[in-house]
C-alpha cells in the first residue's frame, strides 16, 4: 500500500482509526500492520474531529457508528460541513450489517461500509482502494491546477511581450554602444547604463570583457572585431552580461560598423543592446510547457468556446484513438459515449459557466467504438473581461483502475479458485435469508461440509491437483442445490450451504445426503481417479440462533461432532454440542500447560499370559489429573492433543518416561523379563524423525531395545502405506518390537498387514466386551486369533474383564490378555508392587468335555428350581441360568452339550438366545420349553437350524426326562461321528 503513494509522498499515508473500545482499535492496527500506512487512533467522536485537522491530516478515516456520546453519523455530519475535513473520505466500520444501515451511511456521505466482524484481508484490500482513489484525485487535481496555472501564465507572456513591442516601437529601451577601433574606446548611452545597473559605461572594450559570460566572450569579440560593412544587414549575437548585482542578463546584441579605413578596417563600429532575459525565461518556460502537454500520461484538450479542438497531446491520441489531424477542428461531442442523459452535459456546463472548473467521471467512446471510463477535469480560460476564451479539458483513462477496484471488489465475495461465494458474501446471504425468513415465518439452514482427507491427497498429488478437484467439487456442488440457495466456499476444503424457505428439516436431510452421495463418486482428474467423503454440520433457524453468527458458529459444532464420529456422515446441532465444545475449548487450554504443570502422568497396566498366568509385560498409558477439570478420561483428551499437535511433544515424554522407569525396575531386579509397550499416535508414526527420537529414548534411559515394544494403530499408516512400511523396517532396525493395537477397528486387510514388520497384534476390546453372546464378535475374535497365528504373530486381547471372557478367548488359543480381570492400569508405586508380589493370574485347567452337562434358562426361579430336581435324578451335570447373560457365562466357562430354554423372557426370546448360542456353540443341542407359542420366530429359528426341539409348558416328566436323554444320544453319535473320520 505504501508503494502506491510513495512517488508523491515523502510520508506515509495515514489512516485514522475511530472506535470508542481499545481493542477495536488495537486489531484494525495489527490488521494494517506492515501495509506502510501510519495508523492514528481516537476512541471518540470528539477526539477524531480534533484529530482530523491535525497536520497531516488523515487520508483516510474508519470510523464505527455505534458510539457514546456523539455517534458516527454525527462525528460525518461534523467532517462533511468543515471545509478543512470535507474532502477525506470516511469508511463505516461497524456491527450493523443490515442494507438499510449501509444505505443510509454511503447516502450521508460514508465512501465505503464495512461491518464486522472484521477480516485482515478486507480491511486491508478496501483502505489501498480508497487510498489509491483518493490519491489519484488528488494528483489529477495537482495536475489540472498546474496545467491551469501554465496556461494562465503562457497567455500573460504573449499579453506582455506584445505590449513590451508596443513599448518598443513608441519609445525604445535599447541600450546603443558605439566603439572605436583604434583607441579601444567605448561609449554606452544612459538606457545601456541603466540596464546593468552602472552609473556609466566602462570606457574600453577592455575594461567591459570582466562583464561578458566566459562561455560568450569569444564570440563577442569576434563579432566586434569584424563587424558587417556600413549598409550591409547588422550583425546579430545573444550573450550574457553581468548586472552590477552579480546576476546575469541575457541580451541581444546587433552592430556594424559606420566608417571603415581605405584597407578596409572598422574605424567606428555602433549597435544596440537589448535585454531579452525575459524573452530568454520564456523560451524555457515554454520549452517545460512543452515537455509537460506532450509527456504527461493524461489527455490534454483545449477547445475555444464553442467546444472546438484546437489542441490536443499525444496522450490524447492514444486514449481517444483519434490523431490529431481528425481531432482539430471538430467539438468534443465525438468523444460522446451516449451513456450520459442530456441533463448530464447540461450541469457540467452549468458548473463550469459558473465556477470556471468541473470534474468527475465520465464514459467515452474511442473511435473504434469501445467504450472507456475517464476522470475528466475541464477548467475555463478567462480573458481580462471576463470573457472565456478557451476550455481545457484534462483527460485520465481509468478504466483498469476500475476493472482493478472491480477485481478487488471480486475477490473480497468470490472465492478465485472456484468462483463460489467465499465466506463474508455467504454471511451476507445468510444474514439476508435469516431476515426474510423472519418476515415469512420459515426456517433457514445452514450446512457446513468439509472434505475429509483432503490434506493427504493435495500432499500427495500437489496443489495443483488439489485445486483443480477443488474446482470439481464446487461444480459438483453448485448442481444440488436450488435456486436461491447458496453454496459457497468457507476455507481450505470447507464448504457453506444457504437452504432458505424451508419448510420441513426432511428437506436438509435430503440435502445433506445428495451431498454426500455426490461427493463418493469418483472424481477424474488428469486422468486419476479420486474419491472423497465429507461430514456435514447443520443447524436451523429459528431452533439453533436467530443470528448469522449464532447458526455459524452452531453449525460449527456439528461439524465438529461429525468429524469426530467418524466419515460421510452428517449431524445436527443440538444444545449439548454446544456445552460439549465449551468443555472441549477449555480442556484444550488447560492441556497446553498440563505438561509443564506436571500434572500429567504414566499409568502401567499389565499383560498376562493365557498359558501361565505370568505377568509378561506392561503397556504405559497416559493419565491426566487436572486440578480444574479432576481426572480427564484419555479418550476425551487424546483426540484433542492429536488435533492440535500437541501429541507429538506428550507423546515423547511418555516414551522417554516410560523407558527410564523401566530401565529402573531392571535395576531392581523386579522387571526382567517384562517386555515395556508404548502407543504411538498417528501423529507421531509420521514424523520423520521418529527413529531418532526413540534411538535417543533408548540410549538416554539405556533400555535394551528388545524390551521395548510400539504399538501402531491402522489409522497412522492407511494414507501412506509404502511410506509406514518403510518407516516399520526403520524402527526394527533398532532391535524393537512392533505390534498393531486397535486391530479389526480399521480395514485390518491381509494384503498390506503381511507386508508389515509386525510382531503382535492386539484385539481392540470393543470385540471382547460381549465376545461371549455377540456371534459376531466372537467370530470376528476367533477369525483375528487364526490369522495371526498363520501369520506366525502374538495376539493379546484388551479390555478382558471377566474369567469368562478370559476362558473364552484361551480356549481359542489367544496368547495374552490385558484388562480389568488381572489389573486396571496402574500408578507407579502400585504397579511396583504388583510386581513385588509377583502375583499372577489363576488359570484353571479347561474342563473336560467328557461329562453330560445341560444348561437350563429361565427367567423363573421355581422353574429352575422344579426342572433341576426332576432331571438330577438322570445323573446329568446341571447349570442353571435366569438370564441369557448368566447362560453366556456358563457357556464360556463349561463345556455344554444341551442348551434347554424357555421362550418368553425379558432380556431376550429363547429363540433368539439359542440362534446365537448355535453361533458360537454350534456343537450344543438345542431345545426350547415355554408356555407361551411365537410361531412365527420359533419355526424361523428350527427352519434355521438353531432350535432342536420345541416343547410346551406344562410338560410331562416322563416325556421331557426322555427327550433330554434323546438330546444326549445325539450328542454322543456325533462325537463318535466325528472321531471315526469319513469312510474310506
Known amino acids: 500500500m505504501a508503494d502506491a503513494t510513495a512517488s508523491d509522498a ?48 488523515p487520508d483516510l478515516i474508519l470510523l464505527d457508528v455505534m458510539m457514546p456520546g456523539m455517534d458516527g453519523h454525527a462525528v460525518l455530519a461534523r467532517l462533511r460541513a468543515d471545509p478543512a475535513t470535507s474532502q477525506i473520505p470516511v469508511i463505516f466500520v461497524t456491527a450493523l450489517n443490515s442494507p438499510t444501515d449501509e444505505q443510509s451511511g454511503l447516502l450521508e456521505g460514508a465512501v465505503d461500509y464495512i461491518t464486522k466482524p472484521l477480516t485482515a484481508s478486507t480491511l486491508r484490500a478496501r483502505v489501498k482502494n480508497h487510498l489509491e482513489l483518493k490519491w489519484t484525485r488528488d494528483r489529477l487535481a495537482r495536475h489540472n491546477a498546474d496545467l491551469e496555472i501554465e496556461v494562465q501564465r503562457r497567455l500573460q507572456e504573449n499579453q506582455d511581450l506584445a505590449a513590451r513591442l508596443q513599448l518598443t516601437l513608441s519609445a525604445s529601451g535599447l541600450g546603443i554602444w558605439e566603439y572605436h577601433h583604434d583607441d579601444d574606446r567605448l561609449d554606452w548611452n544612459p538606457d545601456l547604463c541603466r540596464m546593468l545597473g552602472v552609473d556609466r559605461a566602462p570606457g574600453t572594450m577592455a575594461a567591459t570583457l570582466p562583464l561578458i559570460h566566459p562561455d560568450d566572450s569569444k564570440l563577442v569579440l569576434a563579432a566586434i572585431r569584424n563587424p558587417p560593412p556600413p549598409g550591409g544587414a547588422a550583425q546579430v549575437r545573444e550573450f550574457r552580461l553581468r548586472h552590477a548585482d552579480g546576476h546575469w542578463l541575457w541580451v541581444e546584441g546587433r552592430g556594424q560598423a559606420l566608417y571603415r579605413d581605405a584597407a578596409g578596417e572598422p574605424l ?81 456546463w452549468q458548473q463550469l459557466n459558473q465556477h470556471g472548473r468541473w470534474q468527475g467521471e465520465v464514459t467515452n467512446r474511442r473511435k473504434n467504438g469501445e467504450l472507456y471510463s475517464a476522470w475528466l477535469s475541464v477548467s475555463a480560460i478567462r480573458d481580462a473581461q471576463g470573457q472565456h476564451t478557451h476550455y481545457v479539458g484534462l483527460i485520465s483513462d481509468i478504466s483498469e483502475r476500475l476493472q482493478a477496484a472491480e477485481r478487488i471488489e471480486y475477490l473480497s465475495s468470490f472465492d478465485p479458485l472456484t468462483d463460489l461465494p467465499n465466506r463474508a458474501l455467504l454471511n451476507d446471504r445468510l444474514a439476508q435469508a435469516l431476515h426474510n425468513a423472519t418476515r415469512m415465518a420459515r426456517q433457514t439452514a445452514i450446512l457446513l461440509l468439509d472434505l475429509d482427507r483432503f490434506r493427504v491427497i493435495n500432499e500427495s498429488f500437489g496443489a495443483m491437483f488439489g485445486d483443480a478437484l477443488l474446482q470439481g467439487v464446487a461444480l459438483r456442488l453448485k448442481t444440488l442445490v436450488r435456486d436461491g440457495d447458496t453454496v459457497g466456499r468457507r476455507s481450505g476444503a470447507e464448504f457453506g450451504f444457504v437452504m432458505v424457505n424451508l419448510e420441513h428439516e426432511r428437506d436438509v436431510i435430503a440435502l445433506a445426503q445428495r451431498l454426500l452421495d455426490a461427493l463418493s463418486q469418483p472424481f477424474s482428474i488428469n486422468g ?41 456422515i452428517f449431524r445436527f446441532y443440538s444444545p449439548e454440542m454446544d456445552a460439549d465444545a465449551a468443555r472441549r475449548l477449555a480442556l484444550e487450554s488447560a492441556l497446553r500447560t498440563a505438561l509443564d504443570n506436571h500434572e500429567l502422568a504414566v499409568y502401567y497396566q499389565p499383560q498376562v499370559s493365557l498359558d501361565s498366568g505370568r505377568l509378561i509385560g506392561m503397556e504405559a498409558l497416559l493419565r491426566w489429573h487436572s486440578p480444574q477439570f479432576g481426572t480427564v478420561s484419555p479418550a476425551e483428551f487424546i483426540p484433542l492433543a492429536e488435533d492440535n499437535g500437541l501429541i507429538v511433544t506428550i507423546g515423547e515424554w511418555v516414551l522417554k518416561t516410560a523407558c527410564r522407569q523401566a530401565r529402573r525396575w531392571l535395576n531392581l531386579g523386579i522387571g526382567a523379563p517384562l517386555r515395556l509397550a508404548v502407543n504411538l499416535s498417528a501423529r507421531q508414526f509420521r514424523q520423520a524423525n521418529l527413529t531418532q527420537v526413540v534411538s535417543h529414548a533408548l540410549a538416554d534411559s539405556g533400555l535394551p531395545a528388545a524390551a521395548l515394544e510400539l504399538e501402531i494403530t491402522e489409522s497412522a499408516f492407511i494414507d501412506d502405506v509404502e511410506q509406514a512400511i518403510a518407516m516399520c523396517h526403520d524402527l526394527k532396525k533398532l532391535g524393537i518390537k512392533l505390534s498393531l493395537d486397535d486391530f479389526g477397528t480399521g480395514y485390518s486387510s491381509l494384503s498390506y498387514i503381511s507386508r508389515f514388520p509386525f510382531d503382535k497384534i492386539k484385539l481392540d476390546q470393543s470385540f471382547v466386551s460381549d465376545i461371549i453372546e455377540n456371534p459376531v464378535n466372537a467370530a470376528i475374535a476367533t477369525a483375528a486369533i487364526v490369522m495371526a497365528r498363520s501369520l506366525n ?55 473336560s468335555v467328557g461329562e453330560n452337562t445341560l444348561l437350563i434358562v429361565d427367567d423363573e426361579p421355581n422353574i429352575l428350581n422344579a426342572l433341576s430336581r426332576l432331571l438330577r435324578r438322570e445323573g446329568f451335570h446341571i447349570l442353571t441360568a435366569d438370564t441369557p447373560s448368566a447362560a453366556f457365562e456358563h457357556l464360556a466357562k463349561h463345556p455344554v452339550q444341551v442348551v434347554l430354554s424357555d421362550q418368553r423372557m425379558p432380556e431376550m426370546s429363547g429363540s433368539e438366545f439359542l440362534s446365537r448360542v448355535r453361533q458360537l456353540y454350534p456343537d450344543t443341542v438345542r431345545i426350547v420349553l415355554s408356555g407361551y407359542t411365537d410361531l412365527d420366530s420359533v419355526t424361523s429359528a428350527i427352519n434355521q437350524g438353531a432350535i432342536y426341539k420345541f416343547l410346551t409348558k406344562p410338560w410331562d416328566d416322563d416325556a421331557l426326562r426322555e427327550e433330554i436323554r434323546e438330546a444326549f444320544r445325539l450328542v454322543k453319535e456325533r462325537r463318535q461321528h466325528f472321531s471315526a473320520g469319513p469312510p474310506p
Not at 537 to 555: F, N, Q, Y
Request: net charge negative.
Open 10 to 57: 515523502k510520508t506515509p499515508p495515514v489512516v485514522l482509526a475511530v472506535d470508542d473500545m481499545k481493542a477495536n482499535l488495537a486489531v484494525i492496527k495489527a490488521m494494517l500492520e506492515g501495509t506502510g500506512v501510519d495508523v492514528r487512533c481516537a476512541e471518540s467522536g470528539e477526539a477524531a474531529l480534533r484529530a482530523a485537522v491535525v497536520t497531516p491530516q
Open 268 to 348: 567606428v563600429s555602433a549597435g544596440t543592446i537589448a535585454d531579452i532575459t525575459r524573452r530568454k525565461e520564456i523560451e524555457t518556460e515554454r520549452q517545460l510547457a512543452s515537455v509537460v502537454f506532450t509527456g504527461i500520461s493524461d489527455g490534454i484538450c483545449i477547445t475555444d468556446p464553442a467546444g472546438r479542438i484546437l489542441s490536443v497531446n499525444d496522450a490524447f491520441c492514444q486514449i481517444t484513438g483519434y490523431s490529431s489531424a481528425e481531432a482539430l477542428g471538430q467539438t468534443t461531442a465525438i468523444l460522446r459515449s451516449g451513456k450520459h442523459a442530456p441533463a448530464f452535459y447540461e450541469g457540467l
Open 528 to 568: 486419476q481417479q479420486v474419491s472423497l467423503n465429507a461430514c456435514i454440520g447443520i443447524s436451523l433457524s429459528p431452533r439453533d440462533g436467530s443470528s448469522a453468527d449464532e447458526l455459524l458458529k452452531t453449525a460449527d459444532v456439528a461439524l465438529s461432532r461429525a468429524k469426530h464420529a467418524g466419515s460421510n
Open 793 to 847: 504373530l502374538a495376539i493379546l486381547a484388551e479390555g478382558v474383564e471377566t474369567e469368562a471372557q478370559a476362558r473364552f478367548l484361551r480356549g481359542r488359543r489367544c496368547d495374552a490378555i490385558q484388562g480389568y480381570l488381572f489389573a486396571p492400569a496402574l500408578p507407579v508405586g502400585e504397579f511396583e508392587q504388583l510386581l513385588t508380589g509377583r502375583q499372577t493370574l489363576p488359570i484353571a485347567d479347561l474342563p
